[in-house]
Structure formats: C-alpha cells, structure tokens
C-alpha cells in the first residue's frame, strides 16, 4: 500500500490482513470463493432489532425460466406495536457479491440497519447467483419481484402498510449495478413504477478497467483480478460487456432521464471510483438530480463488511442513506 495514501486504520489493517492471505482468483472453485467472502457472521436478531417475514415468489416469464425466488422483508418492530394506522416507506434492496456470492444471513446486517434507523419496510430478494444463473436471470428475477411487490402495494397498501408513495430502491456494488439496470429495463419495457429515490453504493457501471481508480487503488481490498472474474462468471461472452444494462455507463442520455433521484456512495481507495463518478455525471447530463459522496480513506464494501461498522465512514454513510430514504436535509 502506498503510505502517501491516507486510509482509516480499520481499512489499513483489513487490508493488510487480507494481502496475507489473499484469494486467489481461477484457481479456485465457486463454493471456495464464497466461502472466502463471508467476511460477516451471521446477523444476530437481536442486532438492530427488526422484524423477519419471508415469502416465496414464484415467477413466471414467457423468456427464461426464472423458478421461485425468496424474499426477505425486514419490517421496523413498530409494525407489530399495535400501530394499525401505521404506513412505512419501501425499500427495494439488491445485495453486492459480484453476482456470485452473497444473499444469506451474512449479508443481512446493511438491511436490518435501513430498516431500524429509516422505520422502513426492507424487500431483500435472494436472487439465483453465477455462474449457475448467467446474465440476465438474477436481473429479470429482480425485474419480477419488483413489480410484483409494486402491484401488491397498489392494490394492498393499506392491508400491508406500504407507502406507495415513498418507494426507494438501492444495491450495493452488483447489486447497485442490478438496480441501475432495473430501473433501465422499465424505461424499456415502458414501465413507471413510481419509484422515488434511488441510492447506490460504489456500483460497477463500466467493464472499461483503464480508469485511474483501477490503477491507483488496485489491490485495496477489491482488485482488478477479482472484478474480471466476477464478470466471467455473470456474462455468458465478451461481447456483452458494452450491453448497458451490463455496463450501464453506456446507457443513453435518454434511457437515464427518468431515473429518479439519485444518491451515489464511493469508497475513495475503491477502483469502482472513477467509474461511478463518471456515471453521476451522465445522470447529471441527463436532468436526473444527483448526490454523490466520496468517503476519504474508505475501501470497497465499507457499508457491508462487520469489521468497518464503527468507522467514520461507515457510521456517516448510513445516516447520508436513512436521511436521503426519510427525505432530511442537511
């Protein structure tokens, strides 16, 4: 690491913990390279306390073969106090992974946060992972879900207390990716969902690696070895990289004006960086308003991982979230 580079200890020392004992990408089976993610223990219940309920979602679709999916919904303990007149934002949460990994109680933490801190219903859905399910299945099984929870909200909103006006969405690194993609498939597909914000934590949007962040920041936590093959495992083919909805910086100026406000969380030493600020750019270019927030000396997954929690940078940009889902200002 180069000692020029400021970086908060607690990211200093994982990432010296991790260059020991690095994983090694291609030489490992998938269930290895899972295995070796779970950086998390699992989520304690009584941890940010909030309320479980899970769904099975079967789904149909004339193109793929999507089969069922399980939902998770986190709900504020509110929701079973006797408060019957009680309504609660939706969050619409895709986890990170590299679309290989994650979706268990690991990953669990970020949710229940939102959901403590925001009083938020949190829809997590445990979509199918690669390389067993290659683009775009988990996307369209998250394209399924969604609007299946959007219909009920329509039609239920009183019987389930969703506030179908204060609809959010939001994903963490593939899963911000996946999200992105969504809300571009709905502008496809001639949806409008009625989504009010979006927000973004240090998504891939490029498969270009020629950024500056790529070199610079290689090897702090996530590198370029573990992004390239993250890809292989969720594209069938090379030529898909440009495909916007896998790249989704490539997405016009018009298929991005609907998209609704944005807020958009980097790590400084991720070299998902440049990528994602380039991207708020073009959401700029295209009307869209956006926030984006660099957090100095914060690494990949900042938000995620357990042992970052009680960093500044953590602690900030988990407040910058609830606020933006509970429409604060500063």
């Not at 990528?275 to 959401?283: D, N, Q, Y």
């Amino acid at each position: 690491m180069d000692r020029n580079i400021f970086i908060e200890k607690e990211f200093e020392q994982f990432c010296i913990n991790y260059q020991k004992q690095p994983i090694i990408f291609g030489n490992n089976d998938i269930e290895t390279i899972r295995k070796n993610f779970e950086y998390n223990g699992d989520c304690d219940d009584l941890e940010y306390p909030c309320i479980e309920k899970k769904e099975i979602f079967k789904l149909c679709n004339d193109k793929y073969n999507l089969g069922s999916v399980e939902v998770i919904f986190f709900h504020p303990v509110e929701y079973d106090e006797g408060f019957d007149n009680k309504v609660f934002p939706i969050v619409y949460y895709l986890h990170g992974g590299g679309w290989c990994c994650g979706g268990n109680k690991k990953d669990y933490l970020l949710p229940r946060k939102i959901c403590y801190f925001s009083k938020s219903i949190v829809a997590f859905p445990v979509y199918s992972l690669s390389p067993e399910a290659k683009f775009p299945i988990a996307l369209e099984q998250c394209y399924e879900i969604f609007f299946l929870i959007v219909n009920r909200i329509e039609e239920f909103a009183k019987k389930l207390r969703f506030d179908s006006n204060s609809i959010v969405v939001g994903g963490d690194s593939s899963g911000g990716n996946m999200i992105i993609s969504l809300l571009l498939l709905c502008n496809t597909r001639n949806k409008d969902p009625n989504i009010k914000k979006l927000f973004l934590i240090n998504p891939p949007v490029d498969c270009n690696r020629e950024r500056e962040s790529y070199a610079k920041y290689n090897g702090y936590f996530l590198s370029i070895d573990a992004v390239n093959w993250f890809l292989k495992q969720y594209i069938e083919n090379d030529t898909l990289k440009s495909h916007h909805l896998v790249s989704p910086i490539n997405a016009t100026v018009e298929q991005l004006k609907d998209l609704p406000e944005s807020l958009l969380i980097f790590g400084e030493l991720d070299i998902l960086k440049d990528e994602g600020l380039e991207f708020s750019e073009k959401l700029k270019k295209a009307g869209v308003k956006v926030t984006p927030i660099v957090f100095p000396g914060a690494t990949h997954s900042f938000l995620t991982i357990r042992y970052f929690q009680n960093t500044n940078s953590s602690k900030q940009a988990l407040k910058n979230i609830v606020d933006f889902i509970l429409d604060k200002k500063k």
